[in-house]
């Protein structure tokens, strides 16, 4: 079997305490370590994804892209002319564009109406707008409500990409991983993917992304892409201490869009602990509180998180289950405490042991 490739996403929320010149220098050295690719989130109040990626398109060699570009952060046409000006400084490499939702939190700051319709439209125009085709967005009523879109107006990008840019599906559910099979060049299984191993879900969501691929796209390789969700430190407690927000957000999360109590035990997670922590954060809890209520079992249900020795078995065990379903790439996220201590323990441990 062919080597998984290793991506690296900075999460930029995560890492808002880093100079964009050092996460520069830090992608530089994943690059030399031989990281594949590197992908960049895309968040409201945190550096700006496009910016990013330019930065490092100046200084790196390999594939980059984002992972995921928000439906609703930006209009297609500002999407698609910001894509083909980056691709003109990637020289010929692939760029990655990975389009979805958003996180939980998204609805939280924008309107988020008709998330498959708008998946849908947003993918199928840009590629129009990137293939140098002219789009008049009467044709996407969801996007022509949402942007405020002059129905009778035409556009067309007034110059080319340069390199090659492939989209990618970034949802998480099942339509919109049905759409993303319809519509998209690749998959980007996010940072459900460790709670979905768990609860056996995976097998599932992958369908729905084949089962709608053209057919004459059936039989050959469609690049799929799966985020681990890793927090490496040589102090252990400082790694999983690290994550204990995170986890717990994202276990709140799947508690309060209805997973069953069965999918929630499948976590390897208690009932009763989550209940508790949804009843914290309700009533107002303090990070410091919440934090004291997310257990060793929410940390691992999303986690991979502790010392090298620590997490190297565990490790072992995804990359032989990506590689069988079907997974190019392991791209990790998160990272550590210490983003450099962290970056050179994955590279210089784990990959290698992989």
Same mark, same amino acid.
């Given at each position: 079997?062919?080597?998984? #490739? ?54 790196? !060699?390999? !594939? ?42 998204? $609805? ?54 340069? +390199? ?31 709670? %979905? ?43 999983? #201490?690290?994550? !204990? ?15 069953? $109590?069965?999918?929630?035990? =499948? ?17 107002? %809890? ?10 060793? +079992? ?15 078995? =565990? ?40």
């Amino acid at each position: 079997m062919l080597p998984l #490739e290793t991506g690296i996403q900075f999460h930029l929320p995560t890492y808002a305490h880093v100079p964009l010149p050092h996460l520069v220098e830090l992608a530089a050295q994943a690059e030399a370590k031989g990281v594949a690719q590197l992908w960049v989130t895309d968040n409201l109040r945190s550096r700006q994804s496009f910016v990013a990626l330019a930065a490092m398109a100046c200084h790196l !060699k390999i !594939k980059l892209g984002t992972a995921v570009t928000v439906q609703y952060f930006r209009n297609p046409v500002d999407l698609a002319d910001s894509i083909a000006t980056l691709s003109e400084l990637m020289d010929g490499r692939e760029l990655s564009i990975g389009l979805g939702r958003g996180n939980p939190r998204t $609805p939280s700051l924008i309107r988020t109406p008709r998330p498959v319709s708008v998946l849908r439209e947003t993918a199928r125009s840009v590629r129009r707008l990137l293939d140098g085709e002219a789009v008049c967005f009467a044709d996407y009523p969801s996007l022509l409500e949402y942007y405020h879109f002059n129905p009778s107006a035409t556009f067309q990008l007034n110059f080319s990409a340069a +390199s090659p840019v492939r989209l990618y599906c970034g949802s998480n559910g099942p339509l919109g991983m049905a759409v993303g099979g319809e519509t998209m060049d690749g998959l980007i299984f996010g940072g459900h993917y460790m709670a %979905a191993l768990r609860t056996g879900r995976v097998p599932e969501l992958l369908d729905a992304f084949n089962s709608a691929l053209p057919a004459e796209r059936q039989d050959g390789p469609v690049p799929k892409v799966a985020e681990i969700k890793i927090s490496l430190s040589r102090n252990a407690s400082a790694a999983r #201490e690290f994550v !204990k927000e995170s986890a717990g957000r994202r276990v709140l999360n799947m508690y309060r869009e209805g997973y069953t $109590p069965e999918a929630i035990e =499948r976590l390897g997670v208690t009932l009763p602990d989550v209940e508790r922590l949804d009843q914290a954060d309700r009533n107002g %809890a303090t990070e410091q509180q919440f934090d004291d209520l997310v257990t060793d +079992s929410m940390i691992d249900a999303i986690f991979i998180a502790g010392t090298p020795e620590d997490c190297l078995e =565990r490790m072992l065990k995804v990359r032989d289950t990506a590689r069988e379903q079907g997974f190019g790439q392991l791209m990790y996220s998160e990272l550590g405490p210490d983003v450099d201590e962290a970056l050179a323990l994955l590279c210089d441990v784990i990959v290698p042991a992989l």
